[in-house]
């Protein structure tokens, strides 16, 4: 079935420093990447959209200068964390729509820690 | 405001028994219904999902249950198992593939 391979699985990073998470798609192509993130005990909240050959679509009150996503090819979206706080740790996952049994394939997600 | 809403945290159900988890939603718009169990630090893995047109669906131990008119579904799990200890989420989705996620109810099954 359609694989999404996310990386790293877990960081841990130093404050002011960037960290960049791949998701690339397996066996398909994804024109579309959800990214994600969830807080202990909460729910997966969309910080943006990704689409290959334009700009990513963020949600309210995500920065884009801070969350810096590229679609660079069919195959491949990245999200970098920019000048990393320890607010940003959380766990990020991406999702591209259209595969699966759901209609949806969820990266494996990335533990971010920030200290 | 929360479009999907599951106001059960948690749960707690014994062995072999049936796990009910309940979903409510707001906007009349969606068309399509997933539930997702999480364990943490882990993607979500996909469970079963209905569509508005459905008012039922079954597979193997779980079935989801769609009540149009309360805006209201749930997931029966039956019997429930030690290994179904996780957190469930219900998803929803109005046909532009983004996916609105309620909170989580976490199911502890007790032996």
């Known amino acids: 079935g359609a694989v999404v391979s996310q990386h790293p699985s877990w960081v841990i990073c130093k404050s002011g420093t960037s960290v960049k998470i791949e998701c690339r798609s397996l066996?398909?192509?994804?024109?579309?990447m959800f990214w994600y993130r969830q807080f202990p005990k909460q729910s997966l909240m969309l910080m943006a959209t990704?689409?290959?050959?334009?700009?990513?679509?963020?949600e309210q009150g995500v920065e884009k200068d801070k969350f810096l996503i590229n679609h660079a090819s069919l195959t491949l979206s990245t999200l970098t964390v920019t000048s990393a706080h320890p607010e940003d740790s959380s766990f990020y996952i991406c999702?591209?729509?259209?595969?699966?049994?759901?209609?949806?394939?969820f990266g494996s997600g990335t533990r971010l820690t920030v200290v | 405001d929360q479009q999907v809403k599951q106001n059960s945290p948690s749960l707690s159900v014994q062995e072999g028994r049936i796990s009910i988890l309940n979903c409510d939603y707001t906007?009349?718009?969606?068309?399509?219904f997933l539930w997702y169990k999480k364990y943490p630090a882990e993607g979500p893995t996909f469970l079963i999902s209905?569509?508005?047109i459905k008012d039922k669906n079954e597979d193997g131990r779980f079935t989801v249950f769609l009540n149009k008119s309360a805006k209201h579904l749930s997931l029966h799990i039956v019997p429930s198992q030690p290994g179904d200890s996780a957190v469930y989420f219900c998803?929803?989705?109005?046909?532009?593939?983004?996916?609105?996620w309620g909170a989580g109810t976490k199911l502890i099954i007790k032996p």
């Open positions: 999702s591209a729509p259209g595969q699966g049994g759901s209609g949806y394939t």
């Open positions: 066996d398909f192509q994804a024109t579309t």
């Open positions: 990704s689409n290959e050959g334009s700009k990513a679509t963020y």
């Open positions: 906007n009349s718009m969606f068309d399509y």
């Open positions: 209905i569509s508005s």
């Open positions: 998803a929803a989705s109005a046909s532009n593939y983004q996916l609105i």
